[in-house]
């Protein structure tokens, strides 16, 4: 507390001005009049002293000392006292200013009162609590302050505060009670404000929290079901009386504590728990048990409901079971004695069976005396659980008649008695009666169903007789025919005393006989005698016989037989004779009565009838008056008797047990004082252990009953006993849910909606039930179940579906007919009023086509799509989604792929205006385009086999496998000089580009890339995939054989990729698992991996869709031999393809001709060529030593031969040498004259008996049918004439000393005809920072063929020049393939190295006059050296040292040579001198032009696009471009000079056609003239191109003609392309003279012509005519055309100007009208 107060004093001190003063000074627990003193404390906390003044206070309540300056030193205090006198209650406020050498500063002072101050917490929090529930939290509220207070609360619901007012005393406190009673689901928070103080001035807050929730319990039996809200519960079959116990677990799976009622449905107590209310906490289970107590042997439901207090859901637990009687069967239900003779006995045993399992059975058998005609040894007796008894019955006859009894036995718990039939005959030697059969007794039912069982066996024999009954073939029974005209009664078929005891009516028209009581009772009236009246209702003669046995002693029956007429009644007279006194009398008297014609033998068995027995029980006792009889020990079981629910004037009954506990008799005697109830028997005389009776209940009125029965015991009063006997008696009754209304929501057409409706027996009956509906709407409502039973207080929930067939309103009424199953007649009925609406309806799909990114093959993805349903109907739907793939490579089938798509909704609802999301999985597993075509189909149970699926959505996307092209190869080091298209055939990079393009194999996607997979060296294929990559033939020692390959990912999905090595797929197994043997293909392996021969760089990587890479491979060249490795390049979910490398290394100074195909196809020619294009085949020298050849061309002659002596495959070099590191090019003609493939084998000869094997073939075909063509990617005709450009690589591979680039490495020219004029453009580009220049290197056979413009040139840095490349063939046709290099020199470093070299030259001759000195004491005196001597020594420079570069070299001339003459090196050898420099090598470029020629006629029919080229015909000749010379002999040139000389001098002597000239300049222009000039302009453009390819050809064949022979054919054509100009035809003679025409005079006649005849239109068109084809004319404006565009592109590619830049618009001035 100390250290509390020193902190509390150091808080409310402040320091001002050096000056520690306290915060304010407070004056508390004052009375006005009193005098209150406090210290003013005054510290210095400075350093220094300061001096103080203060002023007094203002208010004359404060006072204290007079001021007076006050010094304080450092660390020093001044106390200044402070006193308050009040004179009145109020507050005060005053202060004392203090003044300083630094400033002033006042000290507060107050005078309060005491006020009121509660505390109270800040908040409350109560969690979470169940609706309609409360949380109490208790908090402590304090008054802090002097005085007492009242207080009030203020708080907002559904909080509270209990007591909500009260008073605090001062420093007192009490305990408060906060409650949270929500009312709804929420959080609630709320604030709770109390006011205090005198007038509830002061306000405090406190926060109130509280979260509502819904409770929810689950409940499951035993553990073993789920928990739900809906528990059904079973407990078979119990016995009566006894009790079945069941657990439920009520699980609280809300994280509220709720409180919870269990009420039961009905006020039945079959059913009850051990506890009906609890409280149970959150996430617990609490146990309660259900016991079942059944009372009656029937079916018993009831349903008990646990409420959760505030909860919204209920738990239902419905209990089910039934009440277990005895089982009981009677094996034999009839049982024959024969026929045996009067007097005599015989015995059957009857089996009785108990089927029950668990319930032991109490029986006795009625009116069974024992020493009757049938008779037993014991009448009564339990039967155990599943188990037989059998009873012996004898029968003892004593009159020569017929007998049958219907014996009856109760069985206790058993409500209904068993029967059991007994018959036998008796006869005498003078009477035989009809025997009784078995068969008798079913006939004789028959008889009383039809009615006829009144009638005597004579009156039906007589009916038999008459034809008004006939009998049956097949049973004897009888029929009734249309002849009958006697009455038909149909009387009960049940014995008269069983009908009696059970029926309790005593109507005579319902038996065949009848007696006027039921049993005689001579209770202590010895020595009297009663009578017994007998009826016959039958139509004919009776014959009654009384037995009575040994009771005849006691019980006498005057007479004993007696006839009986038809319709009358007979009395007979019973007398009671008690031999001794005291004791109790009883006896069963049976009066057997038969037709008195069956006492006769009767062979006709269908009228045969069975006797009837009427058996009365007589008691009586021999008790003098005021005599008692003995103690009667007597138990009833049960003393209260539950009787089953019934219904108005029906029966029901029930069984009871006597036992008898003594050691005597028990007589009993019922009296009944109700009509409604029956008991038999209801008196007798009890001598066995127990008597069961039965109890019949005929309710008159609808209600519940309670009646109490007296039994007399020994007939005293004194010994009676009470019996309760209880039930209830209704009226069946069912509750159908929402008062017998049943609405479905709208439904599709053809569609099912289901509805449940709860139907509740609300009576005790088991009710039978079944549902009525109208024929019409049979089709449209349907429910299940339609029929079946409900128990006492069952509620069962029906399934009604409603399928509408139109879109209309249905109103249909369905009547649920109800009766007692013990009451079938009595129905009930209850109406269902049945509305549902029909709807078309239909699903979308959001969205309606999904375009899917690529996937790969094998891997999955996800896409959502939202399924609307517009409709105002609930839709169930089937939905569907076939895959459908187009194969890339078959693009005409489609496959089907079910496993590729799931669904994850297939079968669903969707309600109206519903949407649901359907995520579709998609998982490719083929390659191609995949198309997914979502469809549903409404499930329409009607209609189901003819609904056709509708569609939904379209998802389409390509799958496709990681794939990779190399689009690319470049050569280096020993590779260099290999040309591209040679490089490509060697790697074979067209067939690993269409391994890596085609489908992977299962066995290729095993396994992944970083899989080691092989146990051994020698790696396993799994692949079919293989190719071989060859690296060239190189000599040995030289530069590795390097290539780099351009790898592009041309897919559409990331591709990973690697190249794996045996090692890398190896998986090594434990040192003691190797075996250490290595065939010699492992050890080769073994030894290339480890010396690296071959390397891959980089082995592995990834590229994005089209990401371009470079890969690098190399093979060195360290030792002879060739070297072969297997290396498997996989791609990550692709290919794998197995490469092999194969490497070659030369010895030095040996030849090596490579073979890269053995094979060898020509180009497809057409057949009927008048030419035919020279083809090659290549032969390489990869050793250091040229190799000569020879072919032997025997095949090629053989081949002659077998085609008519017609020449197919020439070849024109058939030997010849290959150049060291160099090619050949074999040349070949094939000429097919058929379309068939020429095949034929060569043998190429090569020095040092080395002979190789090729294969060359060809095929001809018909240019008629273009698609007899073979492959035409083998051939250049797959190349079209307008064949631009075409990169061979991209820019991106270059050397890594490659500074100039080509912009294109491969021209393809396509087909063109001959003479025909192919430009194309190329650009190069110096990328380097140097100079360079350039210069196409072609040789003979491209010189002749190729130009470059221009051919050298030079590339200033990051310069583009243009270079323009022209095919054009004047020689035969051919197939060219030409790779022409361009030598790439470095301008920049020749410049530097001629420097150099002119430095070198310098220093080389000075060096010739430089000597050494070797003296070592020169110079030691002073170790200097003098200017002089300086001067001397700078005249000569030492050499730089050997191998070093020029930058040192120049270094080296500035060295200082003052240096000590022994610090030089002293051995001659270690001098090294600069070598001669080195020139730049050049690098080299290749370009590869490609073309194929044809004659000009066969280029018009395989082509038809001539026009289209510019055939310049100045160069038509058939020299190389030289003029055509003809060698004639003296005598052909004298005849060619007559010839021509007599044809002109013929035509200029002849007189017509000179007039004929004058006259044609004065002739107008005829009127014709306009058409034949549109058809110049517009005529047949076949023709005119084919007669323009004749002339051509024609031309090109014959040489220049003479414009005579010009004018002809322009007459002949008739086209202006024929109007060709003259030539210069040059006839060379036998002595070199030739004879020469000028066109000289062809000009100038035409420009006289042109002069004179101005004014003529037609001779102005001709003459326009005339210079347009001109050949000077046609290739001056396709020069001009050429260079214009030839300026446009240079000019763009430099800038100068823009080909895509708008032209600007320049408005054009008005004209002027005037």
């Given at each position: ?1433 700078k005249r000569y420079q030492a050499l730089p040292p050997i191998g070093q570069s020029s930058l040192d070299y120049m270094q080296w001339t500035k060295l200082d040579l003052s240096i000590k003459p022994n610090t030089r090196p002293r051995n001659k050898k270690q001098i090294k001198m600069p070598s001669r420099p080195l020139p730049p090598t050049p690098s080299h470029l290749q370009l590869t032009t490609t073309a194929r020629t044809h004659s000009i006629s066969d280029y018009c029919q395989q082509f ?114 024929m109007s060709e100009e003259g030539y210069n035809i040059s006839v060379k003679t036998a002595d070199n003279t030739t004879a020469k025409t000028d066109e000289t005079s062809s000009m100038v006649s035409m420009a006289s012509l042109k002069t004179t005849t101005t004014h003529n239109i037609e001779q102005t068109i001709m003459l326009e005519d005339s210079i347009k084809h001109l050949p000077d004319f046609s290739g001056l404006v396709n020069e001009v055309l050429n260079d214009t565009i030839l300026n ?27």
């Amino acid at each position: 507390l100390k250290m509390a107060a020193q902190l509390a004093t150091r808080v409310n001190k402040v320091t001002k001005h050096g000056i520690e003063v306290p915060n304010v000074l407070t004056y508390k627990h004052w009375e006005p009049g009193g005098e209150y003193t406090k210290p003013l404390v005054l510290k210095n906390v400075n350093l220094t002293s300061i001096k103080i003044k203060y002023k007094m206070p203002q208010c004359q309540m404060f006072s204290t000392t007079f001021p007076q300056p006050i010094v304080l030193g450092s660390g020093t205090s001044h106390t200044l006292p402070v006193t308050f006198k009040p004179l009145e209650k109020r507050v005060f406020s005053d202060s004392i200013e203090i003044v300083t050498t630094e400033g002033s500063f006042l000290v507060p002072i107050h005078a309060t009162l005491p006020t009121a101050s509660l505390s109270l917490p800040s908040s409350l929090q109560f969690g979470m609590c169940s609706v309609m529930d409360n949380i109490v939290v208790n908090f402590n509220l304090s008054n802090v302050s002097d005085v007492s207070t009242n207080f009030h609360w203020q708080v907002t619901s559904p909080f509270s505060i209990n007591p909500a007012c009260g008073m605090l005393r001062s420093r007192g406190a009490c305990k408060l009670q906060a409650s949270f009673h929500p009312q709804n689901v929420s959080v609630f928070e709320g604030v709770a404000v109390c006011c205090y103080g005198e007038n509830m001035e002061y306000k405090k807050s406190m926060k109130l929290d509280g979260i509502g929730k819904y409770p929810h319990l689950v409940a499951s039996s035993g553990g073993k079901s789920t928990p739900s809200t809906n528990l059904s519960m079973s407990f078979g079959s119990v016995p009566v009386g006894q009790t079945a116990v069941k657990w439920i677990s009520i699980t609280n799976i809300s994280p509220v504590s709720t409180t919870y009622n269990i009420t039961s449905t009905t006020s039945s107590n079959v059913f009850t728990c051990s506890q009906y209310a609890g409280v149970i906490s959150p996430e617990e289970v609490y146990k309660f048990k259900v016991i079942f107590k059944p009372q009656l042997v029937a079916s018993c439901s009831q349903q008990f409901i646990i409420k959760p207090r505030g909860g919204i859901s209920d738990v239902t637990i419905k209990c089910t079971g039934r009440g277990q009687g005895a089982d009981v069967e009677v094996v034999e239900s009839v049982i024959s004695f024969g026929n045996i003779a009067c007097g005599t006995s015989t015995a059957h045993m009857l089996n009785i069976r108990n089927n029950s399992q668990s319930v032991k059975a109490i029986y006795q058998f009625q009116m069974l005396p024992a020493d009757g005609i049938f008779s037993s040894e014991g009448s009564s007796g339990t039967i155990a659980p599943s188990s037989t008894t059998s009873i012996l019955l004898h029968f003892t006859p004593t009159r020569p008649i017929s007998y049958h009894k219907k014996l009856i036995c109760l069985v206790h718990l058993l409500p209904h008695p068993l029967t059991v039939d007994l018959i036998g005959t008796a006869y005498t030697e003078t009477t035989k009666p009809a025997v009784i059969q078995s068969k008798h007794l079913s006939l004789y039912t028959s008889r009383v169903e039809m009615g006829l069982s009144r009638y005597s066996p004579e009156q039906l024999q007589q009916m038999i007789a008459d034809g008004k009954l006939k009998q049956s073939h097949d049973d004897l029974s009888l029929i009734i025919t249309e002849s009958f005209d006697a009455a038909l009664e149909k009387p009960l078929l049940l014995d008269p005393g069983y009908n009696g005891y059970l029926a309790g009516s005593h109507d005579p028209t319902t038996h065949h006989v009848s007696a006027d009581c039921t049993h005689l009772d001579f209770d202590g009236q010895v020595c009297e005698s009663q009578t017994v009246n007998i009826t016959n209702h039958t139509m004919g003669k009776l014959y009654c016989i009384w037995t009575s046995g040994v009771a005849g002693k006691v019980f006498n029956i005057i007479p004993e037989e007696r006839e009986l007429l038809a319709g009358t009644c007979c009395s007979f007279i019973v007398s009671f004779n008690a031999p001794r006194p005291g004791q109790f009398y009883s006896a069963v008297l049976d009066c057997y009565i038969c037709y008195k014609s069956m006492r006769d033998q009767h062979d006709n068995d269908a009228i045969i009838t069975a006797p009837w027995c009427i058996s009365i029980p007589a008691r009586g006792h021999s008790f003098t008056p005021g005599t008692e009889a003995h103690l009667p020990r007597a138990v009833f079981e049960p003393c209260s008797i539950v009787m089953p629910p019934s219904v108005v004037e029906h029966q029901v009954q029930q069984t009871l047990v006597m036992v008898n506990n003594g050691n005597g008799p028990i007589a009993y005697d019922f009296q009944l004082d109700h009509k409604e109830l029956t008991i038999y028997p209801s008196s007798g005389l009890l001598q066995d252990n127990h008597q069961v009776f039965l109890l019949a209940m005929k309710p008159s009125h609808c209600s519940s009953y309670h009646h109490v029965v007296k039994v007399k015991l020994n007939g005293s009063d004194k010994y009676t006993k009470e019996l309760i006997v209880c039930g209830t008696v209704e009226t069946p009754s069912v509750k159908l849910q929402c008062d017998g209304d049943l609405y479905f929501m709208p439904t599709c057409v053809h569609c099912t909606k289901t509805s449940q409706l709860s139907v509740t027996n609300l009576t005790s009956l088991q009710l039978n039930y079944h549902w009525r509906l109208l024929e019409e709407y049979s089709s449209v409502l349907s429910v299940v179940p339609s029929s079946g039973v409900l128990l006492p207080y069952e509620t069962q929930h029906h399934m009604w579906s409603f399928t509408p067939l139109d879109v209309v309103l249905y109103r249909a009424q369905a009547t649920l007919v109800t009766s007692s199953n013990t009451t079938p007649s009595l129905k009930c009925k209850s109406l269902l009023h049945i509305t549902g609406q029909g709807e078309l309806g239909h699903l979308k799909c959001d969205p309606t086509g999904l375009q899917l990114d690529t996937l790969v093959v094998g891997t999955s993805t996800y896409c959502d799509l939202m399924l609307h349903n517009s409709a105002s109907c609930d839709l169930t739907y089937h939905l569907s989604s076939p895959l459908h793939v187009l194969h890339v490579d078959c693009s005409h089938s489609n496959v089907d792929d079910p496993d590729g798509v799931e669904l994850s909704i297939i079968d669903d609802v969707i309600p109206a205006g519903g949407r649901k999301v359907v995520r579709v999985r998609i998982r490719p597993c083929v390659r191609g385009q995949h198309t997914i075509e979502l469809k549903y189909l409404l499930k329409l149970p009607l209609i189901a086999q003819s609904a056709m699926m509708e569609s939904l959505c379209s998802i389409t996307f390509d799958a496709v496998y990681p794939t990779l092209s190399i689009t690319g190869v470049l050569g280096e080091h020993s590779l260099s000089h290999v040309s591209k298209p040679r490089l490509w055939n060697m790697l074979s990079i067209d067939k690993l580009n269409k391994l890596l393009q085609d489908d992977p194999s299962s066995s290729e996607l095993r396994y992944a890339l970083k899989t080691r997979h092989s146990t051994r060296r020698k790696a396993a294929v799994h692949t079919n995939a293989i190719t071989e990559m060859m690296f060239g033939a190189s000599p040995v020692n030289m530069p590795a054989s390097t290539i780099q390959l351009e790898v592009q990912n041309k897919g559409q999905t990331p591709t990973l990729w690697a190249f794996q090595f045996p090692e890398d797929l190896y998986l090594e197994p434990a040192y003691w698992a190797t075996t250490g043997e290595l065939d010699q293909v492992e050890k080769d392996e073994m030894w290339i991996v480890d010396n690296e021969v071959f390397s891959v760089h980089p082995r592995t990587g990834y590229l994005e869709p089209s990401e371009v890479t470079t890969i690098t491979l190399s093979f060195k060249h360290n030792c002879c031999g060739t070297n072969r490795l297997p290396v498997l390049l996989k791609i990550g979910k692709g290919r794998e393809v197995l490469l092999f490398f194969h490497g070659i290394t030369v010895p030095t100074g040996q030849p090596y001709v490579l073979f890269t195909e053995y094979h060898h196809q020509f180009a497809p020619i057409p057949i009927g060529s008048h030419t035919f294009p020279t083809q090659v085949y290549e032969l390489y020298n990869g050793g250091d030593k040229s190799v000569k050849y020879n072919i032997d061309t025997q095949p090629l002659e053989h081949l002659q031969q077998e085609n008519y002596q017609m020449n197919v495959i020439e070849c024109l070099q058939p030997t010849g040498e290959i150049p060291a590191r160099g090619s050949t090019a074999i040349q070949f003609v094939f000429a097919p004259h058929e379309v068939k493939t020429y095949i034929v084998e060569l043998v190429i000869h090569l020095e040092q008996h080395k002979t190789v094997l090729i294969t060359i073939s060809g095929e001809g075909y018909d240019p008629s049918q273009p698609d007899d063509h073979v492959d035409p990617n083998s051939s250049l005709l797959a190349a079209s004439n307008h064949s631009d450009v075409m990169p061979f690589s991209s820019s991106s591979l270059l050397t890594s000393y490659q500074a100039v680039i080509l912009s294109h490495e491969l021209i393809k020219f396509g087909d063109a005809p001959l003479f025909a004029t192919l430009d194309r453009i190329i650009f190069l580009r110096n990328t380097s920072t140097h100079t360079m220049s350039y210069e196409w290197l072609l040789n003979d056979a491209a010189s002749q063929v190729l130009t470059f413009a221009p051919c050298t040139g030079y590339l200033q840095p990051l310069e583009t020049a243009m270079c323009k490349v022209t095919l054009l063939s004047r020689c035969s046709p051919q197939l060219y393939k030409f790779t022409i290099p361009c030598k790439i020199l470095d301008q920049t470093a020749l410049k530097c190295y001629e420097e150099q070299l002119m430095v070198w030259e310098e220093r080389e001759e000075e060096r010739k006059h430089l000597f050494t000195i070797t003296e070592q004491n020169l110079g030691e005196h002073n170790g200097t050296v003098t200017s002089s001597q300086q001067a001397v020594l700078k005249r000569y420079q030492a050499l730089p040292p050997i191998g070093q570069s020029s930058l040192d070299y120049m270094q080296w001339t500035k060295l200082d040579l003052s240096i000590k003459p022994n610090t030089r090196p002293r051995n001659k050898k270690q001098i090294k001198m600069p070598s001669r420099p080195l020139p730049p090598t050049p690098s080299h470029l290749q370009l590869t032009t490609t073309a194929r020629t044809h004659s000009i006629s066969d280029y018009c029919q395989q082509f038809d696009d001539l026009n289209s080229f510019f055939i310049d015909k100045q160069t038509i000749t058939l020299g190389s471009g030289q003029t055509c010379h003809v060698s004639v002999d003296k005598n052909e040139e004298d005849i060619i000079a007559s010839v021509t000389a007599l044809m002109l001098k013929d035509l200029l002597s002849d007189s017509d056609l000179i007039s004929a000239i004058k006259k044609m300049s004065e002739e107008p222009l005829p009127f014709f003239v306009q058409y034949t000039q549109k058809d110049r302009n517009t005529g047949g453009h076949a023709h005119a191109r084919h007669s323009y390819a004749a002339a051509l050809e024609h031309l090109s064949r014959t040489g220049p003609e003479s414009p005579m022979t010009n004018r002809q054919d322009e007459q002949l054509d008739g086209q202006p392309l024929m109007s060709e100009e003259g030539y210069n035809i040059s006839v060379k003679t036998a002595d070199n003279t030739t004879a020469k025409t000028d066109e000289t005079s062809s000009m100038v006649s035409m420009a006289s012509l042109k002069t004179t005849t101005t004014h003529n239109i037609e001779q102005t068109i001709m003459l326009e005519d005339s210079i347009k084809h001109l050949p000077d004319f046609s290739g001056l404006v396709n020069e001009v055309l050429n260079d214009t565009i030839l300026n446009i592109v240079e000019e763009t590619v430099t800038g100068e100007a823009s080909i895509t830049k708008l032209l600007p618009t320049i408005a054009t001035p008005q004209c002027n009208s005037n």
